[in-house]
């Protein structure tokens, strides 16, 4: 059985730091197999790519609004796939998505296989 989870959400004020956690089902998904992405999903808008990790050969990706700001890590041994996110603002306010698909990142939501359940990020100003 797939499973994603998402964890690490909450409110924060702006210019704030949270950490997103996402704990893969080593059945079915293997972190150091499978590219692993973070996308969100703000209210009343489309789910939008935020960040991705591929394993081999090794590579990040950001989108432009979160570069310098956010960092997506992975700890091979826990197959968990993190978020750190620095400088928050209001504009990040979002519900957030890991997921997960074989070989290297993709920036389109139609290209993961996986997904977890979401975690929500509140920014006050």
């Known amino acids: 059985q797939v499973q994603l989870t998402e964890s690490g959400g909450g409110l924060v004020q702006a210019g704030g730091s949270l950490t997103l956690s996402c704990a893969a089902s080593?059945?079915?998904?293997?972190?150091?197999?499978?590219?692993m992405a973070w996308f969100r999903q703000p209210p009343g808008k489309e789910r939008e790519f935020v960040a991705a990790l591929s394993w081999r050969p090794y590579s990040t990706n950001y989108a432009d609004s979160v570069k310098g700001r956010f960092t997506i890590s992975k700890d091979n041994a826990k197959n968990t796939v993190y978020l750190r996110m620095n400088g928050l603002k209001p504009e990040d306010t979002a519900a957030y998505y890991c997921?997960?698909?074989?070989?290297?990142?993709?920036?389109?939501?139609?290209?993961?296989?996986?997904w977890g359940q979401g975690t929500q990020v509140t920014v006050s100003s």
């Open positions: 997921a997960a698909r074989p070989g290297l990142y993709s920036v389109s939501v139609g290209s993961y296989n996986y």
């Open positions: 080593e059945r079915t998904v293997n972190v150091n197999a499978y590219a």
